[in-house]
């Protein structure tokens, strides 16, 4: 059996796997293993199992995940995302579709002490869709809303994905995350006016509410200043050369936990339980590294990617072209796979062949963090996108009186704008890459 076909027959394994519900790291990592004995034989499969989880649980930039994670836990547990949707609706609210929009304008907030798009599809999900049903609300767009507000945990950063994503492609997290900002908060507004124009052509599925006196909307604004302050001390002090993403992450982590126990959110409990849910996440995101490498050490060894990128390389079409079929490839991908494994196993393999490519003239590194945003911003898409939506299912299942038909029905307007942010990316990387400019030349 020659090594390419060996490559094929472990990529369609794993497919079987996953189809069979087999946990994803499990999925890659059988059939990596087999591909990689049959093809080096035993001892060097020992010899490669001996050293690579150590040399992955060991690597010191890896250690910002589980800070991220620990951050949006006492987030989570400490009460932050209610002041934030207080103070979101106290400005807002009052307009047609406006606690809709409060909940995208709480997402995004909430996403920059989070960077997780489960956690805060989940934590803005309990705080907002009884105040939306309450005032009248469709369940079909509360939930679409609260779904697609979700995907802005990773959009605006810090990002989980986005951090993996520069550990495989060994580029600056803090450069990544200036590149994600200004697409982020451009995905917030558009999806803003999508609410805005939804309500307008269906004024039946958000009635307005009653507009908060001045002083009411005052106070709930001042709720969000522990939020605020962490944001500023975090990114303020990567982006201002103080430190490190990976000591912003661990002072984000003691901010935030300090500011939910100094409003007396945080209990013992909810501080328990944090440690216990970013142990669970990050076991679980480890264990996906390890099934990757595996998967992608075997691929190497059949040579597949370089393969690829030389094809890739040669092809006759417009390099653009190419980019927007691999970002088609990710949406369909994003059906059976969740992004963290999406990107594990498809960035060594894609990214040479992207690298490879003229893309408008843009440098090295500059095309590596355009990429990314777009990888990004795709891999969004496939949070919501139907059959799977790993958005749609978490919200669902805390809002158990929607059919999940209908909140797909309701995510297709957000889907919309979806395909328009990253055509415009596509086709303005100034859009990403302006910010980069400027904070770092």
């Known amino acids: 059996m020659t090594p390419t076909l060996i490559g094929v027959v472990m990529f369609c394994g794993m497919l079987l796997l996953m189809g069979l519900r087999v946990p994803i790291a499990a999925a890659m990592f059988i059939p990596g293993a087999l591909g990689y004995w049959a093809m080096s034989g035993e001892a060097s499969l020992l010899n490669l199992l001996k050293g690579s989880a150590v040399a992955r649980l060991t690597l010191y930039d890896l250690s910002v995940i589980p800070l991220f994670l620990l951050m949006g836990q006492f987030a989570t547990q400490g009460g932050l995302s209610r002041a934030l949707f207080r103070a979101a609706a106290a400005l807002v609210g009052h307009v047609r579709g406006g606690l809709g929009m409060a909940s995208i304008l709480s997402a995004g907030a909430f996403g920059a002490v989070c960077g997780s798009s489960v956690a805060t599809s989940a934590t803005i999900t309990q705080v907002a869709y009884p105040e939306m049903r309450a005032h009248g609300y469709s369940g079909r767009l509360a939930t679409a809303t609260l779904a697609t507000g979700g995907t802005l945990g990773i959009l605006i950063p810090p990002s989980v994905p986005l951090v993996v994503y520069a550990i495989l492609t060994e580029q600056n997290i803090a450069k990544l995350f200036a590149a994600a900002m200004v697409p982020g908060i451009l995905a917030m507004l558009g999806y803003i006016v999508v609410i805005s124009l939804v309500c307008r052509r269906n004024p039946e599925l958000a009635p307005p509410t009653q507009k908060l006196p001045a002083a009411q909307r005052w106070s709930a604004l001042l709720g969000v200043w522990p939020i605020a302050t962490i944001f500023f001390i975090v990114f303020g002090g990567i982006y201002g050369g103080v430190f490190s993403p990976t000591e912003g992450a661990a002072v984000g982590a003691v901010a935030t936990l300090l500011a939910g126990l100094f409003q007396r959110e945080l209990t013992l409990e909810g501080v328990k339980r944090s440690f216990l849910g970013t142990a669970e996440t990050?076991?679980?995101?480890?264990?996906?590294?390890?099934?990757?490498?595996?998967?992608?050490?075997?691929?190497?060894?059949?040579?597949?990617?370089?393969?690829?990128?030389?094809?890739?390389?040669?092809?006759?079409?417009?390099?653009?072209?190419?980019?927007?079929?691999?970002?088609?490839?990710?949406?369909?991908?994003?059906?059976?796979?969740?992004?963290?494994?999406?990107?594990?196993?498809?960035?060594?393999?894609?990214?040479?062949?992207?690298?490879?490519?003229?893309?408008?003239?843009?440098?090295?590194?500059?095309?590596?963090?355009?990429?990314?945003?777009?990888?990004?911003?795709?891999?969004?898409?496939?949070?919501?996108?139907?059959?799977?939506?790993?958005?749609?299912?978490?919200?669902?299942?805390?809002?158990?009186?929607?059919?999940?038909?209908?909140?797909?029905?309701?995510?297709?307007?957000?889907?919309?704008?979806?395909?328009l942010r990253v055509l415009l990316l596509l086709a303005f990387p100034v859009i990403s890459l302006g910010l980069v400019q400027l904070l770092f030349n």
């Open 282 to 419: 990050s076991a679980m995101v480890f264990m996906i590294f390890l099934g990757a490498d595996m998967m992608n050490a075997s691929l190497a060894l059949t040579q597949m990617p370089a393969a690829l990128a030389d094809w890739v390389s040669h092809l006759q079409v417009n390099p653009m072209l190419i980019v927007a079929a691999i970002l088609v490839f990710y949406v369909i991908l994003g059906c059976v796979m969740d992004e963290l494994s999406m990107l594990l196993l498809t960035i060594p393999v894609i990214f040479p062949a992207v690298m490879g490519l003229d893309l408008m003239g843009l440098g090295a590194q500059d095309k590596a963090i355009w990429f990314g945003v777009l990888v990004l911003m795709t891999v969004g898409i496939g949070l919501i996108a139907p059959p799977v939506g790993l958005n749609v299912y978490v919200v669902n299942n805390l809002a158990r009186d929607v059919p999940m038909a209908e909140t797909y029905k309701g995510v297709f307007p957000f889907l919309a704008w979806d395909a």
